[in-house]
T-cell receptor, first 112, second 114 residues
């Protein structure tokens, strides 16, 4: 079945550690996105990529990094520079930037 | 700056009745897109319906319809014949013209009563 997978579903991290969240899609979509959701809030864009080997900062990119070496993969690294990383992280993709985005199941990150 | 406003933090509806979830937006771009997503307690965002700024007719998808009033900058979601499975958070979002990034509202939590 085509879709978007994110792993792990739950992630615990100690302060000062970097951690990488995985996002893979087999929909052959060009565009991929990372969003952050805090409790009771809407989604905010961290980074997005419209094509392989290219990506742009979203509204809250500080403390995060991404890579897009393959069309199907868009991993997000939460660095120790991110002051408040505990949140729900959602990855999305779309076949074209102006079309609807399809979301993965999300990763819930907790900093201990 | 582009902005999405959902003024109803929570809504209740009786099973089998219709419900309207409000969404207003602000943009100076003549070309934009409006989306509604459903987020159940599992967390996954499920795409429901899309309306383009130049679409002449209101969008419909099964029990979902979008009441698009361009002059008032509103894009309300109407769910007909509510079901218990409709209980979830609902987010309105607007697509910027460049890059395709979505701007989300704060969401409305819908509870369907049996």
């Amino acid at each position: 079945d085509g879709g978007i997978t994110q792993s792990p579903k739950y992630l615990f991290r100690k302060e000062g550690q970097n951690v990488t969240l995985s996002c893979e899609q087999n929909l052959n979509h060009d565009a991929m996105y990372w969003y952050r959701q805090d409790p009771g809030q809407g989604l905010r864009l961290i980074y997005y990529s419209q094509i392989v080997n290219d990506f742009q900062k979203g509204d809250i990119a500080e403390g995060y990094s991404v890579s897009r070496e393959k069309k199907e993969s868009f991993p997000l690294t939460v660095t120790s520079a991110q002051k408040n990383p505990t949140a729900f992280y959602l990855c999305a993709s779309s076949d074209k930037p102006h079309n609807e985005q399809f979301f993965g199941p999300g990763t819930r990150l907790t900093v201990l | 700056a582009q902005k999405i406003t959902q003024t109803q933090p929570g809504m209740f509806v009786q099973e089998k009745e219709a419900v309207t979830l409000d969404c207003t937006y602000d943009t100076s771009d003549p070309s934009y897109g409006l989306f509604w997503y459903k987020q159940p307690s599992s967390g996954e965002m499920i795409f429901l319906i899309y309306q383009g700024s130049y679409d002449q007719q209101n969008a419909t998808e099964g029990r979902y319809s979008l009441n698009f009033q361009k002059a008032r900058k509103s894009a309300n979601l109407v769910i007909s014949a509510s079901q218990l499975g409709d209980s979830a958070m609902y987010f309105c979002a607007m697509r910027e013209n460049q890059g395709g990034k979505l701007i989300f509202g704060q969401g409305t939590e819908l509870s369907v009563k049996p």
